[in-house]
C-alpha cells in the first residue's frame, strides 16, 4: 500500500507532538535538578518554571510582583494555597499561618531559591508535601537581590563550592541589603517593607552560605531568643522549634548545629565559637522589631550544591511541619507580642527599661562541635598563624558563647515629636508604616531631650555613610559614640511635626530609630550629623576682644581658660581653639545649638494639638 504524504505528516505530528507533551508533563525537574546541580537558573530561567508551576496549578500558585529593583526588574513573590485563597487576611482568619522565605539577599548564596523551587513543585505537582499547606500557607521571594543575582560569574564567591555562574553580594548600587533594614536606603528595601505589611508573615525565614571556617555541619541556623524577643515566643523558640528541626534535618541525613558559627580566634578553632544577636540592620533584627519569629538559615559554603540545595530544603520543610503543628500557638505569640508592643507607651512614667543594644554577656556553655581537624603554622605570605583544614572529623568540647546582656537602655516615652524639617528621618519612619500623626499648630511645652557631644564618625564608608560606628566593615578609623544627656526643657515645634506615640505594634521600631545611642538609630546612621556642625564663627580680631572682656568680667572664666592651656598642649598650641574657648561660651557661641537633638521625647500627649 502506498501511504499518502499527508497522511505520514500528520501521522509524525500527531506522534511528535504527544511525545513532546508526555515527556514535559512528566518532567518536572527543576533546572538546577536538570543540570545535576552543576548550575543554578538566572532570573528568567527561575521566572519561567515559577509560572509553569502557576500555570499547571492556578488554584494553588499565584506570582504576584512587589516592587522594582534599582535596575528596574520586578520583584516577585510565590503564594502557595492549598485552597486559593491568596488573601492574608483571609488566610489569617481560615486559622491558617503564614511562612515568608527570602531567598538571595546575598545573591551568590542562592541555595534557597533553588530549594524554594523543588518545595513548590512537591507541594502543588508532585504532591508529596502538600500536608504542609494544610494549615499553613507558604510564600517566597525567589530572588530578593535580583539585580546582584544577575551580575553572574565564575568568580563572584572565591570562598563557595560552586555551582559554576553566580551573582554578586550587593544590589544594584553595592548596597548589602541585609544591612539596610533599618535605614531602608535601597528601592530593594522599601518595596520588601510595603510588601511584609501587606503580609504580616507569622514567621520569617532569610537564606544564606556562610563565610568562615570549615567543619562537618552542612546546615546551620539560629533564630533570635534574646531579651528583646517576645519572652513567650522566645521559649516557644528555644524549647519547641530549633530542637526539632535540628533533630529533622539529622533524620533526613543532613549534619546540623543550631547555632550561627563565628570563630573566636580564626587561627584556632580550638578557642571556641561565638554566636551575636542581631542588630536592626538585618533581617532577622529587624523581625524582633516587627515582633514576629525570624531565622537565619547558613548553608556551608565548601558543601557541594546538591548537599547545600536538599539541606536548605529540608529545614524549611521541618519549619513547615512545626508551624502546622503549633499553628494556632504561633498565631497567639504573635497576637501576644503584637499586643506588648502597643503597651509600651503605657509605662512612659513607670520604670520600664527597654533594651537598646545587646551584646555576648560573658557566659559560654559546653558545646560539641564537629569540626575538622586542622594544621596551624606560620604563614610566611601573611606573617601569622595560619589554619588549613583536613577533611578528618574533630569532635571537641568547645565554649560556644550563649549568654547575652543589654548594654544599652532607654525608659520608653509615650511618644516622641519631630519637627517637620528633618523629612529624611520621617521618611524612613514612613517607610516603615510607622503611625505617625501631625500637629495642627505651633507648639511649646515640657520634653525631655539629649544633648549629644563627643561624637566622632567613621572614616572610611560603611553602607554608603559614614556612621558613628565604632569600626563597622573595613573600620581602619572607628568612629565613636560620645555622650547624649537627657534633660527635661522647654522647647517650641512647629506646625507640622510629627508625634509617633509608643502605643502601637511598631512602637520598638520607633524606639530603636529614634533613641540616638540605639545601634542603629538615625543619628548612628548620619541623619542627623548637621546638628553637630557650627554655622557662625566669629573673626580673631573681634574674638580678642570679647576675650579680653569676659576674663576682666569672670575670674572663674579666666581661670578656666589658665588651667586648659597649662594642661593641655594641643590646646594651648592652637590658636583657633584658644580664640574659640571665648566664643563657645558666650551667648554668640550657644546660638550655634551644636549638639541639641532636635527630637523630643513626650511623656504625655496632653495639651499637644493633633490632627
Ligand atoms: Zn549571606
Same mark, same amino acid.
Given at each position: 500500500?502506498?501511504?499518502?504524504?499527508?497522511?505520514?505528516?500528520?501521522?509524525?505530528?500527531?506522534?511528535?507532538?504527544?511525545?513532546?507533551?508526555?515527556?514535559?508533563?512528566? +518532567?518536572?525537574?527543576?533546572?538546577?535538578?536538570?543540570?545535576d546541580y552543576r548550575t543554578t537558573p538566572d532570573y528568567a530561567e527561575t521566572v519561567a518554571y515559577l509560572e509553569r508551576v502557576a500555570s499547571a496549578a492556578p488554584g494553588q500558585v499565584k506570582v504576584e510582583n512587589f516592587g522594582k529593583t534599582g535596575e528596574g526588574r520586578d520583584l516577585k513573590i510565590v503564594i502557595v494555597s492549598r485552597d486559593g485563597v491568596f488573601d492574608p487576611v483571609a488566610i489569617h482568619a481560615s486559622g491558617r499561618v503564614i511562612l515568608l522565605v527570602q531567598n538571595s539577599i546575598h545573591a551568590g548564596e542562592m541555595d534557597g531559591k533553588d530549594a524554594c523551587l523543588a518545595l513548590l513543585r512537591d507541594m502543588v505537582i508532585t504532591k508529596d508535601k502538600a500536608g504542609l499547606l494544610e494549615h499553613a500557607v507558604f510564600v517566597f521571594i525567589p530572588v530578593y537581590n535580583i539585580d546582584g543575582h544577575e551580575r553572574r560569574s565564575a568568580y563572584n564567591r572565591i570562598n563557595q563550592n560552586g555551582p559554576e555562574?553566580?551573582?554578586?553580594?550587593?544590589?544594584?548600587?553595592?548596597?548589602?541589603?541585609?544591612?539596610?533594614?533599618?535605614?531602608? +536606603? *535601597?528601592?530593594? !528595601?522599601?518595596?520588601?517593607?510595603?510588601?511584609?505589611?501587606?503580609?504580616?508573615p507569622d514567621f520569617f525565614v532569610d537564606d544564606h552560605v556562610t563565610d568562615g571556617a570549615d567543619f562537618q555541619y552542612d546546615v546551620t541556623f539560629y533564630a533570635d531568643a534574646t531579651p528583646d524577643v517576645a519572652p513567650a515566643t522566645a521559649k516557644w523558640i528555644h524549647n519547641d522549634v530549633t530542637p526539632e528541626l535540628e533533630r529533622q534535618l539529622n533524620a533526613a541525613g543532613h549534619v546540623a548545629f543550631p547555632w550561627l558559627i563565628n570563630l573566636n580566634d580564626d587561627t584556632d578553632p580550638a578557642k571556641g565559637l561565638t554566636n551575636m544577636p542581631a542588630p536592626p540592620r538585618f533581617s532577622t533584627g529587624q523581625m524582633i522589631l516587627e515582633n514576629r519569629p525570624g531565622l537565619l538559615v547558613e548553608l556551608h559554603m565548601l558543601k557541594d550544591y546538591k548537599t547545600r540545595?536538599?539541606?536548605?530544603?529540608?529545614?524549611?520543610?521541618?519549619?513547615?511541619?512545626?508551624?502546622?503543628? +503549633?499553628?494556632?500557638?504561633?498565631? *497567639?505569640?504573635?497576637? @501576644?507580642?503584637?499586643e506588648d508592643a502597643a503597651n509600651l507607651g503605657a509605662h512612659a512614667l513607670g520604670n520600664e527599661r527597654f533594651p537598646l543594644?545587646?551584646?555576648?554577656?560573658?557566659?559560654? !556553655?559546653?558545646?560539641?562541635?564537629?569540626?575538622? $581537624?586542622?594544621?596551624? *603554622?606560620?604563614?610566611?605570605?601573611?606573617? !601569622?598563624?595560619?589554619?588549613?583544614?583536613?577533611?578528618?572529623?574533630?569532635?571537641?568540647?568547645?565554649?560556644?558563647?550563649?549568654?547575652?546582656?543589654?548594654?544599652?537602655?532607654?525608659?520608653?516615652?509615650?511618644?516622641?515629636?519631630?519637627?517637620?524639617?528633618?523629612?529624611?528621618?520621617?521618611?524612613?519612619?514612613?517607610?516603615h508604616d510607622v503611625a505617625m500623626r501631625h500637629t495642627t499648630a505651633a507648639w511649646t511645652g515640657k520634653v525631655e531631650r539629649y544633648r549629644c557631644a563627643g561624637m566622632e564618625w567613621q572614616g572610611p564608608p560603611f553602607e554608603g555613610r559614614h556612621p558613628i560606628f565604632e569600626g563597622e566593615g573595613a573600620g581602619a578609623e572607628p568612629g565613636k559614640f560620645g555622650t547624649c544627656a537627657l534633660a527635661t526643657e522647654t522647647m517650641t515645634f512647629p506646625a507640622g511635626s510629627v508625634v509617633v506615640a509608643l502605643n502601637q505594634r511598631l512602637s520598638k521600631l520607633a524606639i530603636q530609630w529614634l533613641e540616638p545611642e540605639a545601634p542603629d538609630s538615625a543619628m548612628r546612621w548620619g541623619f542627623f550629623d548637621p546638628i553637630f556642625e557650627q554655622r557662625e564663627y566669629g573673626e580673631a580680631y573681634v574674638l580678642e576682644k570679647l576675650a579680653r572682656e569676659n576674663m576682666a568680667k569672670d575670674p572663674a572664666l579666666k581661670? @578656666?581658660?589658665?588651667?586648659?592651656? $597649662? !594642661?593641655?598642649?594641643?590646646? *594651648?598650641?592652637?590658636?583657633e581653639a584658644r580664640l574659640e574657648f571665648f566664643y563657645d561660651r558666650s551667648p554668640w557661641g550657644l546660638a550655634n545649638k551644636v549638639g541639641e537633638y532636635p527630637v523630643g521625647r513626650l511623656l504625655s500627649l496632653e495639651g499637644v494639638p493633633l490632627e
Open positions: 500500500m502506498r501511504l499518502r504524504v499527508p497522511f505520514l505528516c500528520s501521522l509524525v505530528l500527531i506522534c511528535g507532538l504527544l511525545l513532546g507533551s508526555a515527556a514535559s508533563a512528566q +518532567d518536572w525537574r527543576t533546572p538546577t535538578e536538570i543540570a555562574a553566580i551573582g554578586w553580594r550587593g544590589n544594584g548600587s553595592n548596597i548589602n541589603l541585609n544591612r539596610d533594614y533599618m535605614k531602608a +536606603d *535601597a528601592p530593594e !528595601t522599601r518595596a520588601f517593607l510595603r510588601m511584609f505589611h501587606r503580609w504580616l540545595v536538599t539541606g536548605n530544603y529540608e529545614i524549611l520543610r521541618a519549619l513547615l511541619e512545626v508551624m502546622n503543628r +503549633d499553628a494556632s500557638k504561633l498565631m *497567639a505569640l504573635n497576637r @501576644e507580642a503584637d543594644a545587646i551584646e555576648w554577656g560573658g557566659e559560654t !556553655t559546653p558545646v560539641v562541635f564537629r569540626g575538622y $581537624q586542622y594544621k596551624r *603554622a606560620l604563614s610566611e605570605v601573611s606573617g !601569622t598563624m595560619w589554619v588549613s583544614y583536613t577533611h578528618e572529623p574533630w569532635n571537641a568540647t568547645l565554649p560556644l558563647t550563649t549568654g547575652v546582656k543589654v548594654v544599652t537602655w532607654t525608659m520608653p516615652p509615650a511618644a516622641y515629636i519631630v519637627p517637620p524639617q528633618w523629612n529624611r528621618v520621617i521618611d524612613v519612619l514612613a517607610a581661670g @578656666e581658660f589658665e588651667h586648659r592651656v $597649662q !594642661t593641655d598642649p594641643r590646646f *594651648a598650641a592652637s590658636p
